[in-house]
């Protein structure tokens, strides 16, 4: 039976928090393309990957909702149709998998570049992963908190022996990922989770942009020291 | 890609050995500070001359070579993607 939902508020704030988060990891891809551009180097290369996949996931996620919220659906009406229409399956099967491929370059990188046909294998699978995954997709959802966690883990490593404010920055904002994604998890659970989810995607969001404007201005600022001293 | 990377990081060295020594360098030191061969860096050179990073003085029977504003620009753009590198863990 379906069961119509109006659009409140609610959906447009959560449409909204999609499309902050889609310019935000926008942000990061242009920036990550930009250097790589100047240094090709590899562990540069899969962050740009990594960061391509979370803007294209960010999109979709984006679509689906305006898809579903500009009248042409409403919620109820959404989960009877999900099965069933075409364009909705492919478009959530691509923004999970493209989120899931995303992290999965960052896991790359904290694994230290497994040999190619590993790296083939677990695309694979993860793209399986993504087309397969259900509405709720409890599998994507763990699949994420473990990649970030790992990645988590070796960012700790580094900030051990950096301590540098960008790597501090860096490392709330994937701690905030790990969170986001355990949190989406459970929201099956517990509705509420939802929320606490989207609130900690953006946050975690808004620290990779910190991180990135601290290593813009500080290497600003040393440009003009050096400039004044020759 | 190692080896385009290779090339950056040379031009990299030879911008800086020229920032260091107060924007304005003779080959000699250059030749030595980067090294190089001779036939190497005069390629190099050649480059950054026609990508406008570097300039050629010429004071009476010495040469120098100094760093244009692009070339400024180019050693705080490769210092901001090492940082950025180090900050994000890659």
Known sequence: ?230 | MKQKRERLEIIHDILTVIMRNKNKVKPTHLLYKSNLSHKMMKEYLTYLIDKSFIDEINEGKNTFYSLTEQGFQYLDKYSTVLDFMESFGL
Request: glycine residues 6%; charged residues 15%.
């Open chain 1, 1 to 230: 039976m379906l069961i119509p939902r109006t659009i409140t508020y609610i959906n447009t704030i959560d449409t909204s928090l999609k499309l902050v988060a889609l310019i935000l990891t926008a942000i990061m891809f242009w920036k990550a393309y930009r250097m790589y551009k100047l240094y090709r180097e590899q562990s540069l290369m899969y962050f740009t990957i990594a960061f391509f996949f979370f803007t294209v996931g960010n999109f979709f996620s984006f679509i689906i909702d305006v898809f579903i919220y500009t009248g042409i659906m409403t919620k109820g009406m959404l989960f009877e149709i999900f099965n069933l229409h075409p364009v909705v399956v492919l478009f959530l099967a691509i923004r999970l998998g493209s989120l899931l491929l995303g992290f999965l370059y960052l896991f790359f990188i904290a694994l230290g570049f497994p040999k190619r046909n590993v790296q083939v294998a677990i695309v694979l699978l993860t793209i399986i992963a993504g087309i397969t995954a259900d509405i709720k997709a409890l599998f994507f959802h763990l699949s994420v908190t473990v990649f970030t966690a790992f990645v988590l883990y070796d960012l700790y490593l580094k900030y051990k022996h950096g301590r540098k404010r960008a790597q501090m920055l860096y490392f709330m904002g994937m701690a905030g990922l790990y969170l986001a994604y355990a949190s989406y998890a459970l929201f099956l659970f517990f509705a509420p989770f939802y929320w606490i989810g989207h609130g900690l995607e953006i946050l975690s969001y808004l620290f990779f942009i910190a991180a990135l404007y601290a290593v813009i201005t500080k290497n600003e600022t040393k440009a003009r020291k050096t400039r004044n001293h020759t």
